[in-house]
């Protein structure tokens, strides 16, 4: 894959999003959702978060991109050149930090509105447009098993406030019923394999799932190096990724995910009370 036409590129910039079907073939990511399963430590690392109804959503978050699998799909070539072509600027692409989104049968809990950059911005990263996330499907995204919705468009209104909702945080719920007027709600619907690009400050959110399919997904989230964060104590953020080829997923010796770095819930500075999200309104009907 070489990267992005001028028309995605386009796109993304306008919309704020770039969906890209079959971005991991049908036996990567069959390789990457065995793992995702089998991995003892990515069961042991994963954190509960629950919704504003109580409804819990596992997820697992390290940073470092390492020699095992998901590492394998965060410095392939494919990924690190897409990523590249849609990142403001022509700074090394760096990974933040990847997460293994858990959304369990009848128990998987919402997320509610938010925008990444609400969550990054207490990490103190300057420029959002040098900052994406990268959704790859490892089961069947849809309405019935909460796929992610968008706000096309909604990149463009900036930062807005954040407070908590439940044990996360979410957009202040007066920007979004004005971002609902006034642009077009779109479900992201994905099959396996197929990858979402999208920027930092994309309104997004997901519906529980109710369902009796699980919907399970990776996230991978890159920064450019220029892209300075003044309250992050790890330090991949900083580091040009080292890339390997597409091949590596299928063809190299994968390692454990035991050799990397979790996030712990208590040390993510996006779920610390600053003062300022009691003044903002988040919905509460769940």
């Known amino acids: ?10 796109d993304y910039n306008r919309d704020g999003y770039l969906l890209v079907p079959e971005f991991c073939s049908r036996k990567e990511t069959d390789t990457l959702y065995r793992v995702a399963i089998e991995d003892e430590a990515m069961r042991t690392n994963a954190m509960d978060l ?4 109580g409804k819990k959503t596992r997820l697992s978050l390290w940073f470092k991109p390492g020699n095992d699998v998901f ?22 692409v760096c990974h ?20 990444d950059y609400g969550y990054w911005y207490k990490n103190q990263f300057m420029f959002p447009d040098q900052l994406l996330s ?34 996360q945080v979410g957009a202040d719920q007066v920007m979004v019923d004005n971002a609902l007027k006034t642009m077009e709600l779109v479900y992201c619907e994905l099959q396996p394999g197929d990858a979402l690009f999208f ?7 997901s519906a529980a799932n109710l369902s009796d399919k699980p919907r399970w997904s990776i996230i991978s989230c890159f920064n450019s190096q220029s892209n300075l964060a003044y309250n992050e104590t790890s330090t ?13 997923i299928l063809e190299w010796e994968a390692a454990s995910l035991s050799e990397a770095v979790f996030l712990k819930k208590e ?20």
């Open 1 to 10: 894959m070489n990267s992005f036409t001028k028309q995605q590129i386009q």
């Open 50 to 53: 629950n919704d504003q109804s």
């Open 71 to 92: 590492g394998y799909l965060t410095r392939s070539r494919k990924m690190v050149q897409s990523v590249a072509a849609l990142l403001d600027g022509d700074s090394p």
């Open 96 to 115: 933040f930090h990847s997460k293994l989104m858990q959304k369990e049968p009848k128990v998987g809990g919402a997320w509610e509105w938010h925008q």
């Open 134 to 167: 990268v959704m790859v499907a490892l089961t069947p995204a849809t309405k019935e098993n909460g796929c992610l919705q968008v706000i096309k468009g909604s990149h463009k209104l900036g930062r807005v406030n954040h407070g908590f909702a439940g044990e």
């Open 199 to 205: 920027h930092s400050n994309l309104l997004h959110r």
């Open 236 to 248: 991949a953020w900083k580091e040009p990724i080292e890339q390997v080829p597409d091949e590596a």
């Open 267 to 286: 040390n993510d500075p996006a779920l610390k009370n600053t003062g300022w999200e009691a003044d903002v309104q988040v919905r509460k009907d769940g």
